[in-house]
């Protein structure tokens, strides 16, 4: 008996210490709760694990003073803050080092605290995919920014690239299913429903639709639960009244089944739309839509989804009118109480893995009309 507690003991010793160094969830704790957040659940924020920084939106003139951050990071690790002094000041980033408990690692991330700018009412918000790079971690695949009333640059716009790495790891950055290409004049979105070759077959993930949306894409969840790696929509605070834009549609030869067996006779298409939505449940806990509820969820207030992309090799207008289902409840909207999704697809139904292998679709000079406020 002594022998095998003696066993134990050592083995306990000897396992080895953690080498991971990654901050999980920031929580900011303030004396002024209502004065900074527009929603007491926006206080904590919960970090990918491809994120390196973390962005606290608050209130126009909420006061910083007295402001405390509370990490929770992975087992062992250790975090200290860069910067110096120990306060906040508005949007200017914060920076600290999480160290793994080897002490082999470190990760740097950096906080931010950013009031709201002052509101530029804008009847029409354009977008026209200008702003894109190469991820900066992996160098893979592109990524996007949206530009803000403001001027500055955010990064609301999310793709499936990082999940296609998974399955194709030796495609180049141009043969991922969202790309960007020349467009009209500047650049426009390329979206290519590709295969995801063995690596998907073996998960039952045999194609990737090109997506592009407002909102975030959880690579964490890609294998195990795909329809939650898509978290759709961002804060929104003007009423939304059009979609309009250009595009081009080719659908693939094939349509396939999520088995990937071939299903005679059925054209794939393409798939354009926005949603806006109430981001908190009605016991007061924060929602983001995912694949298998976006266009579903009891929370959606207002929906413009184009009808149908008959396939042409030209530039082709498309316009859909928002239709709501509820009248828009003002406080809530100007408390950042909804969030807005605009989706672009090259196959409908790519997020069910079915569709053809090929289909592309081709977007560019997208416009949202949105009310003008008196």
Known sequence: MGLVCLLFASSCKDEPLNAECDIEQVILHTNHVDEVFFNKTDSAKSLL????????????????????????????A??????????????????????SQD???????????????????????KYDFENF???????????????????TFGNEWATGNPGYKMSKSSALPDQYP?????????????????????????????????????????VSQALGNAMAATRFGVPFTLEPVKLSGYYQYQP?????DKSGKEVVGRVDEGSIYAVMYRNHDAQGNPVRLR????????????????????????????????EYYEEIDKVLLANKGYNLAVVFSSSEEGASFQGAIGSCLLVDKVRLTCQTEE
């Open 49 to 76: 694990y491809t994120d390196n920084e973390a962005v606290f939106n608050v209130r126009r003139n909420a006061p910083l003073d007295g402001i405390t951050l509370e990490f929770k990071i992975t087992e062992g």
């Open 78 to 99: 250790t975090i200290q803050r860069i910067t110096e002094g120990d306060d906040f000041q508005a949007d200017v980033p914060v920076s600290y080092r999480v160290t």
């Open 103 to 125: 002490g082999n690692w470190h990760r740097d991330y950096k906080i931010t605290i950013s009031p709201e700018p002052v509101h530029v009412v804008k009847s029409v918000i």
């Open 133 to 151: 790079e190469l991820d900066p971690q992996t160098k893979k695949y592109y990524i996007w920014h949206n530009e803000r009333l403001d001027g």
């Open 178 to 218: 969202t790309v960007p290409i020349d467009g009209m004049d500047g650049k426009a979105l390329k979206l290519t429903t590709c295969d995801t070759g063995p690596f998907g077959a073996m998960a039952n993930m045999r194609l990737a639709a090109g997506n592009f949306f407002l909102g975030e894409f959880d």
């Open 252 to 256: 693939g030869k094939k349509f396939q």
């Open 291 to 322: 694949g298998d509820n976006v266009l579903t969820s009891p929370l959606i207030v207002a929906l413009a989804k184009v009808k149908s992309l008959p396939a042409t090799s030209q530039w082709t207008p498309f316009e859909v009118e928002f």
